[in-house]
């Protein structure tokens, strides 16, 4: 069964462990209802009630979606507590309640939030498909496809079928179903909340398995939901469990304070009161308590706590602008610490989040008062997040236009559509599990800009090479270089919030990606499009450090008059292979050293090595003299009839907007194809540029230098010189 254990049975009802939301120690904060689940036990025991009478069970439940959506039909609701109490007849929970107290309590979890009539029918009926006979199809036919939907999306996956696999691949079929609901995950968040609350009588390690996972994975998506109460509760029941200690330290410390004859708090709760009714702007001032793990953090953060570090000053107002009056009237009146203040109303967070943050200092002490300005529909969103939403198809679909990067439609942000993206290449199960828990472990977001105005939405840290897989997936292997905010930089550059990326990308569709790359990928997409590339392009066989990966068989010595070999024909076009080279080893594979990539009509010589490999040098590389002196032998190698070849080139430049796509163009304009190509950071606004190029004619090399060199900002290109590295 879904639902877990209560703790022991008690005179009373039972309760969850103590929290910020139902201790003593914080009068100040209201408390969040708890349902009496003796009560509702007699309740269901009692059985169906009377046709088209709402049962007294759920009576909780109604009187709380009434108070979001007074004009609610309900008859959906008693068609799905009446089809879950008799589905769930007999069930126990493991505290010895009936098992239909444990979707009751869900179901009153996300009224109490907000949620429409659809979310809560189905909530009363996650458990049926799942614990019960309940088909899907049953449930279908009698509430609908969208409450079928959603049951299914959090109905759990059976370990008779996928093992050890089970939870992980649960947890995925869930996201997907989000993706295209996210009432879905809602109902989830909920359920843990419930399972959470009445944990205690679990084993420990089992409560500690689920505390775990609940904050690994659930709390995170809970923040990027912008389910503030739910997120807030899981915090702290998996604090409890977690770091029993600290808990009941940081409990103490709530203990004292509240215990204190002044309350700096409320003091000046007043004064903001005062001071907005002398102004005339009509708003509400709220003591908003932090809760445990709130004020842990604090603790940590800032040592040994004042009273006005226990919690925050919340003041609601009904339009946006009268936020930025009240804003205007404390910086005057009072004074402001402006380091504090931050506007999420001009620049709302990633899960929907809007509000304005400050504040001010009291004269007397200097004790610091944080102050939270929002209107009432803010504070609804910030609470409840996407449930506050409501039914994501109620808006149509043209209203909701979605461009490219980030969703404009807000039930499917941009982080969830990128989670679908990267999921889809996970291999494995364990793979999604621990990416996932990875993934939901960056709190922060950061837009950067694209040329052509589209935004991409990418978690703090990010670098080119996120920001290029984010725009271009699988083909972002091609990509060269960036330029951020109008100046050249490498793929290893890490964005900041507000940088506009331009990137370059090469015209190979065969590009690999660099195993250096993986050290810069931040995002999960990024990372396994990269492993992917390059597990299905296994590293070449050993062989000298300068050697180029890139082999084939050398061909035989021929005739002067002997016809070249021909491409075979049919299939798709084959890519141009360099230079021939004639080894006077016949079937000997030859690789061209990259240390001075030889092309026609450069001299030649050649050296066997590791593997049957002949590696081909220019004559003048500082490699041929070292190998000489350590007694290897040479190979008589020369230049094959065909005029194709491979060779790197390097360009020095002076920075400046648009200059690496103005050299590749250049370059592609010459018939050049570029292999590969590094741009090293800028010094002095001078850049280094390093080209790996095919030409399908020797000959036209000088013609490319050239026009490299012609090319504004390019005042330097040559060959790439022989290194003094062994062979």
């Not at 978690?459 to 083909?475: F, I, K, M, N, S």
Request: with cysteine.
């Amino acid at each position: 069964m879904n639902a877990e254990a209560v703790n022991p049975a008690s005179s009373g009802p039972v309760t969850p462990p103590a929290t910020g939301a139902a201790t003593p120690a914080a009068p100040r904060r209201k408390a969040r209802p708890r349902i009496d689940l003796r009560r509702l036990g007699r309740a269901a025991l009692l059985g169906p009630a009377a046709r088209d009478r709402l049962p007294d069970a759920i009576s909780h439940v109604v009187e709380a979606h009434r108070a979001h959506h007074p004009d609610a039909d309900l008859d959906p609701l008693r068609r799905a507590y009446l089809l879950a109490e008799s589905s769930h007849r007999g069930q126990m929970r493991k505290s010895g309640e009936p098992y239909i107290t444990h979707p009751l309590a869900v179901t009153l979890i996300l009224a109490e939030l907000g949620a429409e009539t659809t979310t809560l029918t189905a909530s009363l009926l996650h458990d049926t498909v799942e614990d019960t006979d309940v088909t899907l199809d049953q449930v279908g036919d009698q509430f609908g496809a969208e409450v079928r939907y959603l049951v299914d999306g959090v109905t759990k996956l059976e370990k008779v079928d996928y093992g050890a696999a089970a939870e992980p691949e649960t947890f995925r079929k869930m996201l997907v179903a989000t993706g295209n609901d996210v009432r879905v995950m809602s109902i989830k968040l909920a359920d843990r909340l419930h399972n959470m609350r009445t944990l205690g009588v679990m084993r420990q390690e089992k409560q500690e398995r689920i505390a775990k996972v609940t904050r690994d994975v659930l709390i995170p998506l809970a923040e990027r939901l912008g389910v503030q109460a739910l997120k807030s509760e899981l915090e702290d029941l998996v604090f409890a469990v977690l770091h029993p200690e600290e808990h009941a330290h940081t409990r103490e410390l709530i203990a004292e304070n509240a215990a204190r004859a002044d309350d700096p708090l409320a003091t000046v709760a007043d004064e903001v009161r005062k001071v907005l009714r002398d102004a005339g702007i009509t708003a509400e001032v709220l003591i908003r308590p932090r809760h445990f793990v709130s004020v842990h953090r604090v603790s940590r953060k800032r040592g040994p706590l004042s009273g006005a570090d226990f919690g925050r000053l919340l003041v609601l107002v009904q339009e946006d602008a009268d936020c930025y009056a009240v804003l205007g009237e404390l910086h005057t009146c009072m004074t402001p610490v402006v380091s504090e203040f931050k506007d999420f109303i001009a620049v709302p967070k990633f899960n929907l989040y809007q509000s304005l943050h400050t504040a001010v200092a009291r004269a007397q002490d200097g004790q610091v008062i944080e102050v939270l300005i929002r209107t009432h529909q803010m504070h609804k969103v910030a609470e409840a997040g996407v449930v506050a939403l409501g039914n994501p198809y109620a808006t149509p679909a043209e209203e909701q236009g979605a461009g490219d990067g980030e969703r404009a439609d807000p039930t499917r942000p941009g982080w969830l559509s990128r989670l679908l993206d990267w999921q889809r290449g996970a291999p494995d199960p364990d793979t999604f599990w621990s990416t996932l828990r990875e993934d939901l472990a960056q709190d922060r977001e950061i837009t950067v800009f694209r040329p052509d105005g589209g935004t991409l939405g990418l978690p703090d840290g990010a670098t080119c090479v996120d920001a290029a897989y984010a725009q271009y997936g699988e083909d972002a292997h091609a990509a060269m270089g960036a330029y951020v905010n109008g100046r050249l930089a490498t793929m290893s550059t890490v964005l900041r919030d507000g940088d506009t990326v331009q990137l370059l990308m090469g015209q190979d569709p065969a590009s690999e990606p660099s195993r250096e790359w993986l050290e810069h990928a931040h995002t999960p997409a990024a990372r396994i499009a990269i492993q992917r590339r390059l597990a299905a392009r296994p590293a070449p066989a050993p062989a000298d450090a300068e050697d180029v990966p890139r082999e084939r068989p050398a061909a035989p010595a021929r005739e002067p008059d002997a016809p070249a070999p021909r491409p075979a024909s049919g299939g798709p076009a084959a890519r141009p292979e360099p230079a021939d080279v004639l080894v006077d080893r016949p079937g000997a594979t030859v690789r061209l050293a990259r240390c001075c990539t030889p092309v026609p009509p450069d001299e030649i010589t050649g050296f066997a090595v590791r593997g049957g490999v002949v590696t081909v040098h220019r004559a003048e590389c500082a490699v041929v003299a070292r190998m000489k002196s350590g007694g290897r032998p040479e190979v008589g190698v020369r230049w094959g009839e065909t005029s194709e070849c491979r060779v790197t080139l390097l360009a020095e430049s002076f920075g400046r907007p648009h200059l690496l796509a103005d050299l590749t163009e250049a370059m592609a304009l010459e018939g050049a194809e570029i292999i590969s190509a590094t741009v090293e950071p800028p010094d002095r606004q001078r850049v280094r540029h390093s080209y790996t190029v095919l030409l399908p004619d020797a000959a036209r090399l000088p013609a490319l230098m050239r026009a490299m060199r012609d090319v504004a900002g390019v005042y330097d290109v040559s060959r790439a010189q022989p290194q003094p590295t062994g062979a």
